[in-house]
């Protein structure tokens, strides 16, 4: 039970990479805040799944790109369970197209969600851990942020944002005991991954030294290992969880 | 009795004794707080005397007397 005890916060947690990573922490002991913007069945039965595992879980609506809400949830958790130990920056959007055709709008709403909901977050939850002396962030990029992609100008914008921002907040909490890391995801099969011809998938496949898309479950085992204290040393990085497309 | 406060919380935050904090004391240079410590410590006499400092303010807050000062003025 790596986890044993602690409290953590997922955005974007109903579903996806956000569900499996809410599981994999509950597996391991904690307590789980699962927040979700719209899919409120989907959320309350990845509660239902952690609770059986002998944790408090429940789940907590929130627009993550609106800070008063994000503050709100804070300190409800804070208040329900004492402590905030580890904070997973999930939640996340695509609305792709080739830069010609994407619209202020669809630019926008990725930076809103992606971006500035990891910001919301993270600036609420330091407030709690740089008190606290200690506290886990890991925040979602993608390797999309790292070596780009046609059709993804804004997605990749924000999760480059988000490793800069990852980096630059690591130089700044460190002293107090924070650790924060990003995960970067390559190819993984979920519902945004989901709407992809067969085509375009079989084309990721074949760039993916291992051959085959990754699960959820194997960006989760990534984020347990930086919530853990098997971690404590490593603060700044990134993680490729991509079956080797990016090396 | 705002100054013996104010004391208390500096070296709460910054792990000295009250008796090496004076009003002249400056924050960086003589007593050896980060730029992190010291919103900390703003952040922490804000909620204990009720107050907000702006942050066109803070960057003006160098010594302990400037915000013994600025508590006096405000609250």
């Not at chain 1, 890991?138 to 988000?162: E, F, H, L, P, T």
Request: aromatic letters at 6%; zero cysteines; charged letters at 25%.
């Amino acid at each position: 039970m790596q986890l044993k005890g602690k409290t953590a916060i997922i955005t974007g947690a109903s579903r996806g990479i956000g569900r499996a990573i809410a599981l994999s922490f509950a597996k391991a002991g904690a307590n789980v805040a699962i927040n979700y913007s719209s899919s409120h069945i989907a959320a309350q039965e990845v509660v239902n799944e952690a609770i059986k595992y002998g944790v408090k879980a429940e789940v907590i609506k929130a627009d993550v790109s609106d800070y008063l809400e994000v503050e709100n949830l804070i300190e409800r958790v804070l208040n329900e369970y004492g402590s905030i130990d580890i904070l997973v920056n999930n939640a996340g959007i695509t609305k792709d197209n080739l830069l010609l055709r994407m619209t202020e709008e669809d630019f926008d709403k990725v930076m809103n969600i992606n971006m500035k909901g990891t910001f919301n977050f993270t600036k609420a939850v330091s407030k709690v851990m740089v008190k606290q002396r200690k506290g886990k962030i890991i925040n979602i990029a993608s390797v999309v942020g790292i070596i780009g992609n046609a059709g993804q100008s804004n997605y990749a914008a924000a999760k480059a944002g988000i490793i800069g921002f990852t980096k630059s907040v690591a130089k700044e909490l460190g002293s107090r005991g924070i650790n924060v890391n990003a995960i970067a995801p390559g190819f993984i099969e979920t519902d945004m991954t989901a709407v992809l011809s067969d085509k375009i998938r079989e084309q990721f496949t074949n760039t993916i030294p291992l051959k085959r898309p990754g699960k959820p479950e194997d960006v989760a085992n990534a984020a347990l290992f930086l919530a853990s204290d098997y971690s404590d040393y490593i603060t700044g990085q990134v993680l490729n969880i991509d079956g080797g497309m990016v090396m | 009795m705002i100054f013996e406060k104010v004391q208390e919380k500096i070296a709460e935050q910054l792990g000295i004794d009250t008796d090496d904090i004076t009003m002249e004391s400056s924050f960086i240079e003589d007593l050896g707080a980060d730029s992190l410590d010291i919103v900390e410590l703003l952040m922490a006499l804000e909620e204990e005397f009720d107050i907000e400092i702006p942050d066109e303010e803070a960057e003006k807050l160098v010594t302990v007397g400037d915000v013994v000062d600025y508590i006096k003025n405000n609250q």
